[in-house]
């Protein structure tokens, strides 16, 4: 059944997609929240790229960054707990993605 072997590498191809997004994403913010204590004040938004000014709306929404008067600076309370969250997002959704694609590997050598 070739069907299944396509399905299968469609299904492993877009695990791999998925965690490379989100990794982007996550090293997206990292790099923001960097720049922003390298600089150790508030940052015009109008200063930051594309890509960092999509960071900033994120960990605005998410509540770390305080975006006001068109300046985004850092929510230093909110961050420490914000730390801890990704972090365990990104252990649960990489042991997720694990198990996903051994769970594929199996059914492959299974048939």
Do not use: H
Request: hydrophobic letters at 55%.
């Amino acid at each position: 059944m070739p069907g299944r072997g396509f399905a299968s590498a469609a299904a492993l191809i877009a695990i791999a997609l998925a965690c490379l997004a989100i990794s982007r994403k996550l090293e997206r913010e990292r790099r923001l929240l960097a720049k922003l204590r390298r600089r150790g004040t508030a940052i015009p938004v109008e200063e930051l790229t594309d890509d960092e000014r999509d960071a900033a709306e994120s960990l605005a929404a998410a509540g770390v960054l305080d975006i006001q008067q068109k300046r985004a600076s850092i929510r230093t309370v909110a961050l420490a707990a914000f730390r801890r969250k990704r972090m365990r997002l990104m252990v649960m959704g990489g042991f997720g993605a694990f198990l996903l694609a051994c769970l594929v590997a199996l059914l492959i050598l299974r048939r």
